[in-house]
């Protein structure tokens, strides 16, 4: 090891592990020693910049709590997290998308065609659709989790005149694998920037906005749980989102809405107002 040299550390830090050491382990492990290692040579790191490195992952410790996680925003805005969500959907199914870090537990279970709107402001849209399998059939009982953000651009949990649980419910589909709420459109918002994140994103010039969406998590047992969250396709933001989170087949369709269409069970139908808009979107999930 006393002769070890730039073209020498990377093989002889990974021949020091022991022979029983998880295959997996190694592989992401020996990957990425290769890759940090490639990355200083390429760039031929200065010791200042490598301490600036280290700097904001302290300070990014340092920010984290139980309502903000700065390493999964870090992830977000590099693009890892929307990486890791397309190199694992399936072909055929509704794409993931990032968690983000506002999803709460325990919302509220809502009845199919149950009402979020409640005092909330803003435009009105009932938003509807069925949970499939991949070949095509409806998935019964399946539970679907929906958080968004109230006209302002926040979560409930971030703003302290919202209820706990505004804008966020929990319902389970019945034999026709259907869900249908009534709620109001999301807002576009931005990550936050206060942190080693802003400080990254201020220096190489990019905005912190998301374009609007609804978040989702659906479950069904035999199937693989879906992250997801779907976008208008009309928001100004849907081609320049900090986060990578868009994807074609994640883009709905607001369109003006008939009441006279409306199924019977949407609970807020006589008292949504003339130009409330109507969504149709399906989740098809892989098996799980
Ligand atoms: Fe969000």
């Known amino acids: 090891m006393r002769t070890v040299s730039p073209s020498t550390l990377t093989e002889t830090l990974l021949g020091l592990s022991s022979a029983d050491t998880d295959p997996r382990v ?29 700097e904001l992952l302290t300070r990014a410790g340092e920010i984290t709590d139980d ?90 949990g971030q703003d302290p005149r919202q209820e706990h649980y505004n804008l966020r419910m929990s319902m389970t589909t019945g034999a026709d694998g259907r869900y249908a709420v009534s709620t109001v459109r999301p807002a576009p918002y931005m990550v936050p920037t206060d942190g080693p994140v802003g400080d990254i994103l201020r220096a190489t010039g990019r905005h912190a906005w998301r374009p609007s969406h609804l978040h989702f998590i659906v479950q069904a047992k035999g199937f693989r749980t879906l992250v997801t969250e779907v976008f208008p396709s009309d928001d100004p933001y849907l081609d320049e989102d900090a986060v990578f989170g868009v994807r074609s087949d994640l883009v709905m369709e607001y369109r003006p809405g008939n009441r006279a269409e409306l199924a019977q069970d949407i609970v807020a139908r006589d008292r949504l107002n003339d130009s409330f808009s109507k969504v149709d979107f399906d989740f098809v999930l892989p098996p799980g």
């Not at 190694?26 to 790191?45: P, S, T, Y």
């Not at 983000?100 to 909330?120: R, S, Y």
Request: aromatic letters at 6%.
């Open 26 to 54: 190694q592989e992401v492990l020996g990957a990425l020693v290769r890759h940090l290692h490639a990355f200083a040579k390429e760039v031929g790191l200065t010791h200042a910049e490598w301490r600036k490195g280290l």
């Open 67 to 156: 309502d903000r996680n700065e390493f999964v925003l870090f992830s977000d805005v590099l693009g890892l997290s929307s990486l890791v969500d397309m190199i694992n959907s399936p072909a055929g199914c509704t794409s993931s998308s990032v968690l983000g870090p506002f999803h709460q537990l325990g919302a509220p279970e809502v009845p199919v065609g149950g009402d979020l709107i409640g005092t909330n402001e803003g435009d009105q849209v009932v938003v509807e659709g069925t949970v499939r399998d991949q070949s095509g059939a409806p998935i019964s009982g399946a539970v679907i989790e929906l958080w968004q953000t109230a006209e302002n651009g926040l979560y409930s």
